[in-house]
């Protein structure tokens, strides 16, 4: 079987090959006389477009050159008998003519004869404008516009480079002549849109023959020429939208410009090219035509490739016919091996189907248990391991996975469980708050095949929820304690002001009272304030140079004592070590050590000033960590792990103005950086209390002096910390 498929092979694909064979030959064949015709079409229209080019050139040469004699025949030449000699050629339709005058030329002792000749020849206003740099100038004289725009006299062309080149020759020659490509004086005010270049046509002028038989120069005829202008009107009739032109002439330096271009817009590339010169006057000019072979008359069409489709065709049937007749059996065989290959990709789809629906469900933030119709477990994602820390598929014995397993047995037994709240403690792990689901699974019968089982963690939210009645709590009480302390003292004042007996000094303490009730009111809503923007405003993490931030902190906390006129002695004594740059939010990285330094400012034993120590080390994974020690009052053993609780105060504070909100500030800045905060004793007395900040850099910076803390200021900065801070 495997010798007859393989002869059978064979013969097929010599057939094949064959017809392959044939059928490109043919294809190139058709394709290279397409080519050749394609580009003996080119090669015609090239021709005209030259001879239309050289044709329409010589026309402005003759009529230039007309012109020229005309104007040399008179006796005298006047501005009527130049725009005599120029009329007929707005009847011409010159395309492109932007303009024709007259130039004489002039030395620098003749520029106030000349002005004064043509005025009197009939140019009153002509006001000769001689060029710096030139003892020999080319005036502008009389003029004729075609395009409309005002006529301009008076100009110096000696120094124009291209024009005054052509003029010299045409002089010297006493020949027509063209000028290299340039861009006309008055077309450099328009945009650039409309900006073409373009070139002059120069005819000298002379006067009749004298009796010696010799003619005196006059000066020149010349026509100004648009580029663009030009090629448009004169090679759209024979492009037909088929070729695009260029006209390319020599610049002022000798490289050769794109004076003028006719895009056909045809789409495609363009892989056919012709170029071809044109005299133009004096000068040869450079004619390049480019076209798509697919677009001209009898050009490359798709034959070829229908010839090689049909021939491919033909080979294929060929060669599938040989096949069928040559096998028979094998084909059978090959349709079983076939059945049997898609059999194994669907069980391998089934597997790969499998496989993603697990994954799916091992990247969701959602616990999820299935069972089968025994109660062993199917699958446990992520999740369930992660919070019940069950390190195999049953996980036995686990407080938490119990607590989702008996879930999952009473959906097995028919029993739904929706929205049932549970709280798991699991060994290692901490603990959650879950809102479980589950319910019995069912095939096309109706029959109990599983059950799943699935817990959503609502820790943060139930955490939330204590916030905010504890926030109640804080409103119903804090708030109106202050509040009914100012409406007391508000009363006293009102029954003092009606008795009329009371002198106003006597009522400073009441007025005193309400203040500090107000000021307490005041700081307890800042409080709040600073608690939740701490969890929930967004973070805008930059470098943050912790020394310049805690020398304003520590300037604003001690300018009132200074502004009082406190005793040196009883100003606090702050050093301030090396401190890093930190990546993180300057604002709340501001509030955090404002609460920390006030604590340490505030917490003081009464009479003794404060304190405090400021420094800074580094982790070997580039951390910072930021410690400030002071010599307070300390927090009691028992109360350390609590200082960081919502509105906790420790009863050694109760003499002292607070919220018990200024290290749940803290603690909820330093988790939001994804640091760590810790409190413990300052040996000696006070306490130290010590955060972590990432991405530290740089702390081998000098100690900080910084002019708040000069003695001129009343402050003092130790030259070392003191000893055992």
């Known amino acids: 079987m495997t010798k007859q498929l393989r002869t059978a092979g064979i013969l097929a694909a010599l057939v094949a090959v064959a017809g392959l064979v044939g059928s490109a030959g043919v294809a190139t064949l058709v394709a290279g006389e397409q080519r050749d015709a394609a580009q003996q079409q080119l090669d015609r229209r090239a021709s005209l477009v030259a001879a239309a080019v050289t044709a329409e050139a010589g ?119 063209v000028s290299d490509a340039y861009q006309l004086l008055s077309d450099r005010q328009l945009p650039a849109t409309r900006q073409q270049l373009s070139f002059a046509l120069t005819a000298p002028v002379y006067g009749p023959a004298t009796t010696a038989g010799e003619r005196q120069f006059r000066g020149w005829v010349v026509m100004a020429m648009r580029g663009q202008d030009f090629m448009g009107a004169t090679l759209t009739r024979l492009s037909q939208n088929l070729i695009d032109v260029t006209l390319h002439a020599p610049g002022v330096d000798g490289t050769q410009l794109g004076v003028a271009a006719l895009t056909a817009g045809l789409p495609g590339k363009r892989d056919l090219s012709r170029t071809t010169d044109v005299s133009v006057a004096d000068r040869t000019w450079s004619l390049t035509v480019d076209s798509v072979a697919k677009r001209l008359p009898g050009g490359v069409t798709r034959l070829p490739l229908l010839v090689t489709a049909v021939g491919t065709l033909l080979g294929l049937l060929s060669a599938g016919l040989v096949w069928v007749l040559a096998t028979g059996r094998a084909r059978a065989e090959a349709r079983v091996r076939a059945a049997t290959a898609r059999l194994s990709t669907a069980r391998d789809e089934l597997l ?14 959602t616990a999820v248990l299935t069972c089968d119709n025994t109660g062993a477990i199917v699958h446990a994602n992520h999740a369930v391991y992660d919070w019940t820390r069950v390190d195999d598929r049953t996980g036995a014995g686990n407080p938490g996975a119990d607590d989702l397993d008996r879930a999952l047995a009473r959906a097995l037994f028919g029993q739904s469980v929706r929205g049932e709240e549970m709280t798991i403690e699991p060994a290692g792990r901490p603990r959650r708050n879950l809102l479980v689901d589950a319910r019995p699974l069912h095939d096309h019968t109706g029959r109990i095949i599983g059950a799943v089982c699935s817990a959503s963690d609502i820790t943060v939210l139930r955490d939330r929820e204590a916030d905010l009645e504890a926030f109640a709590g804080v409103v119903a009480h804090d708030l109106k ?59 805008h993490r930059e470098p943050v140079d912790l020394r310049a931030l805690v020398a304003e902190v520590v300037n604003e906390r001690t300018a009132p004592l200074r502004a009082s006129g406190t005793p040196e002695a009883q100003l606090p004594t702050i050093h301030t070590g090396p401190l890093p740059v930190v990546h993180a939010d300057p604002a709340m990285i501001r509030q955090l050590l404002d609460n ?75 988790d939001r950086h994804e640091g760590t905060i810790t409190v413990s004793d300052n040996p000696g007395g006070g306490t130290r209390m010590r955060f972590t900040l990432p991405g530290a850099t740089d702390l081998a910076l000098p100690t900080m002096s910084h002019p708040t803390y000069t003695a001129s200021h009343q402050g003092r900065l130790l030259a070392s910390p003191f000893a055992d801070v």
């Open 481 to 539: 304690g202050p509040l009914g302390g100012v409406a007391g003292f508000a009363e006293i004042l009102d029954d003092h002001l009606d008795a009329g007996t009371t002198e106003p000094t006597q009522l400073r303490p009441a007025l005193d009272r309400i203040r500090s009730g107000t000021d307490r009111m005041r700081g307890l809503i800042d409080d709040l304030l600073a608690y939740a923007t701490a969890r929930d405003a967004q973070l």
């Open 352 to 365: 790969g189907q499998k496989t993603y629906l697990m994954q799916v469900l091992d990247t969701l933030d």
């Open 596 to 670: 920390l330094i006030g604590n340490a400012l505030k917490y003081t034993r009464p009479g003794q000033p404060a304190q405090i120590a400021i420094s800074s080390q580094a982790t070997a994974d580039g951390t910072a960590v930021i410690e400030i020690a002071d010599r307070g009052i300390g927090i009691p053993a028992a109360d350390q792990p609590h200082v960081f609780t919502s509105f906790h105060r420790s009863a050694s504070h109760r003499g002292y103005a607070g919220t018990g909100l200024g290290l749940s500030i803290c603690q909820r800045i330093v």
């Open 59 to 177: 026309r402005y040469v003759d009529t230039l050159s007309m012109v020229a004699a005309g104007l040399g025949g008179s006796e005298t030449l006047t501005a009527a008998r130049f725009e005599q000699a120029v009329q007929p050629l707005d009847d011409m339709r010159l395309a492109g003519a932007a303009s024709v005058g007259f130039l004489v030329p002039s030395s620098d002792d003749d520029v106030a004869a000349t002005q004064a000749r043509w005025r009197a020849r009939g140019v009153p206003k002509l006001s000769l404008r001689p060029t710096d740099g030139s003892s020999e100038h080319i005036f502008s004289v009389v003029s004729r516009r075609f395009d409309g725009r005002p006529t301009t006299t008076g100009t110096d062309f000696s120094t124009a480079s291209a024009p005054a080149q052509a003029l010299a020759r045409s002089r010297r020659t006493g020949q027509v002549t």
